[in-house]
């Protein structure tokens, strides 16, 4: 079996998904092409391209939302449930006339918060950034918590980022899903009041690698993770979707981090 597939985002700077996938074709014996596609502009004519050379592909920022936009009119459109829902994609399977469209961050990031909380109700959460990895957050949590979002561009669904000082010391859960601290904005800050966490506890950074230091801002007390147990999880059901395999994380999960080690 071989498998062509891809990555879709901008910059794409730094992406551990060609590693990860390289390694779950091995753990299955089969042959994969795993690409870095960097595009700053997504249109109908490049997707069609995309289709069409590639067995299947992941989407990341800032295309995750646009992408549905661009396929859904396309005969041979198939979303899942939670691509319907959401309108959010990060994964494509194209198999001859058919683009099957999903979204596996649902399983990286309950997966992720899971193995934390065995239930998550009653929590508040703060949700740093209104890109398509937030929506896709609060719509996993909103049904059992408080779930608010704080933009830089606020809107009726989101806050200011001056606002955030006022709800400070109501959050449990802290999730930043800005790039901030991730190439190319490794010198850029969160703009958060991190003093007025006083009674968080945890703080998601969904970024992997970074090099600014955030959770040094917040006392021992404080749960802090990044994001490598959700790409790792997600990369794992997109690899399944792609190859019709059944790979389990805890099958993988310790190879795949020994490996990345030796990439930082």
Not at 207 to 233: A, C, P, Q
Request: charged share 25%.
């Amino acid at each position: 079996m071989n498998l062509k597939l891809g990555i879709i985002g901008w910059p794409l700077t730094k992406t551990y998904s060609p590693l990860i996938h390289k390694f779950l074709g091995e753990f299955l014996g089969i042959n994969v092409e795993y690409h870095k596609v960097p595009l700053e502009n997504l249109d109908k004519q490049k997707i069609k391209d995309i289709n069409s050379k590639f067995d299947g592909y992941n989407i990341t920022v800032p295309h995750k939302n646009k992408i549905i936009d661009l396929i859904k009119d396309t005969d041979g459109y198939l979303p899942d449930y939670h691509v319907k829902e959401l309108g959010i994609c990060n994964t494509i399977k194209s198999v001859d006339n058919s683009i099957y469209a999903f979204n596996t961050d649902i399983e990286g990031i309950s997966q992720t918060l899971e193995s934390i909380y065995t239930k998550i109700i009653n929590k508040n959460f703060l949700i740093l950034g209104s890109g398509g990895s937030s929506k896709t957050i609060e719509y996993l949590f909103k049904e059992n918590n408080t779930v608010k979002i704080a933009s830089r561009k606020p809107t009726l669904n989101s806050i200011s980022y001056d606002e955030i000082n006022s709800i400070a010391p109501k959050i449990d859960i802290l999730i930043n899903t800005t790039p901030i601290g991730m190439p190319p904005f490794e010198g850029e800050s969160l703009n958060i009041p991190f003093e007025n966490f006083n009674n968080l506890e945890l703080f998601f950074n969904l970024g992997y690698n970074v090099k600014r230091n955030f959770t040094s801002k917040f006392s021992e007390d404080v749960i802090k993770i990044d994001g490598l147990k959700m790409l790792i999880t997600q990369a794992v059901a997109s690899f399944n979707i792609w190859a019709d395999s059944k790979i389990k994380i805890e099958d993988v999960y310790h190879n795949i981090t020994e490996r990345l080690k030796n990439e930082n």
